[in-house]
């Protein structure tokens, strides 16, 4: 197929590139982003594979917050996959830090002051850095990180397994809706390349995980402040148990019939999280997440879906304030003048009933 040979052209040099800076490494330290997706988390683990097998550095993966979403835990679980929290690292042990799928965004780094990233690899746009790094690969033309973690796989011609394949599939596949938004030709390659190694079984339950009440709850709570303006849905849904539930509640607001744009945010141990997902084939949800939030805090995300945290907000009031603040921008970005005053509940309120079975 044309598009694999491109992406294996393509990452030929960036492989030689990353090895190169490898090499002189001893102990790499591999971030994920914070709170990880299963793109960021499948990227880390490809990263790691990639760099155990070519050469003796010794690599480990870290990821800033928790991994809360049920679907990831059971990604972690089912996978057997090795990570660890980034409050138990020690720097220094470390004498290389590499990033995946994210780039440094200022008043959000998760690393010390004395450190910066020596390898950067990422599809997101490209963000100016502060300082240099060793090496960077930020290409838009794959719509997973997962997707360009694999082209260095195949490119390096290094038999990938089984369990790596479900994780990058399963990235490519959340990171793309199923491939409905934001996938190119390189993404299509890469599934098609990795698909006969998929475990599909665990794939399954990985994608189908067992819910809890809390989950039913949270999503109930959710539904009955939510509002909507025209084509779009928003809700603040308050106080979280993890960042992880406004991405969760977006993925299903924005699936509700007629509804284009879904924004999402709770508040977090200090921290305000802004979810938003877009069904508009004009608009990128990262372009209007960062008209919304602004220099507040740190936002990012292409395509359908993108996420902010804006910090140090003291008390929930406070990040209740100053989410209506944000959703007010978000709903004057999106919908027309004309309708800005209209609004409604997207549920009905209906009386309590008790319901009795009848008699026979």
């Not at 591999?30 to 550095?57: E, M, Q």
């Not at 292409?302 to 304030?321: N, R, V, Y």
């Not at 309708?339 to 209906?350: F, G, Q």
């Amino acid at each position: 197929m044309r598009d694999i040979s491109d992406m294996m052209l393509n990452s030929d040099s960036q492989l030689r590139g990353l090895l190169k800076t490898a090499s002189g490494s001893g102990r790499i330290l591999i971030l994920t982003h914070g709170n990880p997706d299963p793109d960021s988390i499948a990227s880390a683990s490809a990263l790691k594979f990639l760099l155990t097998h070519l050469t003796r550095c010794q690599v480990r993966v870290a990821y800033p917050g928790i991994i809360g979403r049920v679907e990831n835990r059971a990604m972690v679980k089912e996978l057997a996959l090795k990570m660890i929290p980034l409050k138990e690292i020690n720097w220094r042990d470390y004498d290389t830090l590499a990033l995946v799928d994210h780039q440094p965004r200022r008043r959000m780094y998760t690393w010390p002051s004395t450190r910066w990233p020596d390898i950067i690899i990422d599809h997101h746009p490209r963000r100016p850095l502060e300082k240099p790094a060793q090496f960077v690969d930020v290409r838009k033309q794959f719509g997973s990180n997962s997707s360009l973690m694999t082209s260095y796989l195949l490119t390096a011609d290094l038999t990938v397994p089984r369990w790596l394949a479900t994780a990058l599939v399963y990235g490519m596949l959340t990171d793309t809706q199923d491939f409905s938004r934001g996938k190119t030709g390189y993404d299509k390659s890469a599934y098609l390349a990795l698909f006969n190694s998929v475990d599909h079984s665990r794939l399954f339950r990985i994608s189908h995980p067992a819910i809890d009440c809390q989950y039913l709850s949270q999503y109930w709570h959710a539904l009955r402040g939510a509002r909507l303006w025209g084509d779009a849905v928003e809700t603040y849904i308050g106080e979280i148990p993890v960042p992880d539930a406004t991405s969760e509640i977006a993925d299903n607001l924005i699936i509700i019939c007629g509804i284009r744009y879904a924004l999402v945010t709770g508040f977090y141990q200090n921290t305000l999280y802004m979810s938003l997902r877009v069904r508009h084939a004009r608009r990128d949800a990262g372009v209007i997440m960062r008209r919304i939030v602004g220099r507040r805090g740190s936002a990012g995300g292409h395509g359908f879906m993108a996420g902010a945290q804006i910090p140090d907000l003291k008390t929930p009031e406070t990040a209740k304030s100053l989410a209506l603040e944000l959703h007010r921008s978000f709903i004057k970005l999106v919908i027309p003048n004309s309708e800005i005053s209209r609004s409604h509940p997207i549920l009905s309120e209906l009386p309590a009933q008790v319901h009795t079975p009848p008699s026979e």
